[in-house]
Structure formats: C-alpha cells, structure tokens
C-alpha cells in the first residue's frame, strides 16, 4: 500500500487551511468525531485504491513486486 499527497500545491493549500479551520477533521463530513480525524478512518480503512473525501490523499493499495 502507497499513500500519496495530491500534485496540486494550491489544491492541498486549500484542503489544508480547510482542515485546520476545522479543527483538524475533514472537512467534507459534517460530524466531528475521532472517526473523522484527517487521516479519516474511512480512507484509512479504504480498500480499493482512490482519494480521500477531500482530495488531498491517493491510496494506491497495489503490492509491490519483487
């Protein structure tokens, strides 16, 4: 599993100051709970590969090869 930040700097600055506005949880989720702590546990749990709620994490889940 690969973990990435998105490419986009104004992007992430944008999803930045909107996590730190909100306390430090997503802000695409209208509860505030441990559950929605950026790093949310739905992404964090997440098994196919893809984007967090807000965009600013890829998860790429595929094993490496030796």
Known sequence: MKITINTDKAE???IRTA????GG????VLT???ETKCMCKSFV?????G????GLYYKDNEK???
Do not use: A, F, G, T
């Not at 996590?19 to 909100?22: L, M, P, S, Y």
């Not at 949880?25 to 695409?28: A, H, N, Q, S």
């Not at 749990?45 to 590969?49: S, V």
């Open 32 to 34: 505030k709970s441990p």
């Open 12 to 14: 992430v600055e944008r």
């Open 51 to 54: 984007w967090c709620h807000c």
């Open 25 to 28: 949880y997503c802000p695409c």
């Open 19 to 22: 996590i730190k506005e909100n």
């Open 45 to 49: 749990e997440q098994e196919e590969d």
């Open 64 to 66: 490496e090869q030796k």
